[in-house]
């Protein structure tokens, strides 16, 4: 005979269920073991490397994920073929946006990403059955949208100084969700995009963003680690930098 839900407890969790971070702190977390289990067989684990296409901008949708690593660069293609970055998203973020038949954005793996794909029609019919899933899809688009309104703010009225601390002080809270403020801690992280692209993300000229991060350095506050590595010493003081 069929289990009932509430006879199904954690140790029937799927094992990649059970330490993933999307579970824990996106939107697999609003899900019932049960749910977690049929999920679980529609849904499929895929790397991707950096630079690879990973959804094109107005393609119909017919799957969605969930960025279990890496981070994933958003951005629209205009008519003359130039193309704007308009957001980047980081583990365990939803990739995608339910109830739309096409996508909105370009997504490229800004980075090496792992994603946790699934069919779209699987989680929508979810979304019907589990009010705390559409609370929690409901919630990471008020995030993105409040998220999106500050960078209107950055890009307005932020002098170069502080979009640059700007984007490396959100970067890094992004990378580093246990990132404290004052307590000492190296932050440690990749840039997600080249210098070229956070000059396009941030409206700065490629030599403007260098000077950028070359003052931070003689400062103190980050330290370059490799060619993308950076480490920050201060968060406090990165986020008094930006404006924040």
């Not at 993933?20 to 977690?36: D, T």
């Not at 809270?173 to 396009?200: K, M, W, Y």
């Not at 950076?230 to 003081?237: C, E, Q, V």
Request: proline share 4%; hydrophobic share 40%; with cysteine.
């Amino acid at each position: 005979m069929a289990r009932s839900r509430k006879d199904i407890h954690n140790s029937d969790i799927p094992n990649l269920c059970r330490a993933c971070e999307a579970r824990h702190r996106g939107i697999c977390g609003a899900l019932s073991a049960e749910q977690l289990i049929e999920l679980n067989k529609r849904a499929s684990r895929r790397k991707h490397e950096l630079g690879a296409t990973l959804v094109r901008d107005a393609e119909p949708v017919t799957r969605y994920s969930n960025i279990i690593s890496g981070v994933v660069k958003l951005s629209k293609l205009l008519a003359d073929g130039r193309q704007q970055i308009v957001g980047l998203q980081f583990a365990p973020d939803f990739l995608g946006r339910p109830l739309r038949t096409d996508s909105q954005t370009a997504a490229e793996a800004a980075t090496d990403v792992e994603l946790c794909s699934f069919p779209r029609v699987v989680l929508e019919r979810l979304m019907d059955e589990t009010p705390d899933l559409e609370r929690k899809l409901f919630e990471q688009s008020l995030k993105e949208l409040d998220e999106a309104r500050e960078w209107m703010v950055t890009l307005g009225r932020k002098t170069a100084p502080e979009k640059v601390a700007n984007f490396l002080y959100m970067t890094a809270l992004h990378s580093n969700p246990e990132a404290e403020l004052g307590d000492g801690a190296l932050v440690q992280f990749d840039l997600p995009l080249t210098r070229s692209e956070i000059a396009d993300f941030l409206g700065l000229t490629i030599e403007t963003v260098s000077r950028q991060l070359t003052s931070l350095r003689k400062a103190g506050i980050i330290d370059k680690v490799n060619k993308r590595g950076i480490s920050i010493a201060d968060m406090r003081k990165l986020k008094n930098l930006s404006g924040l």
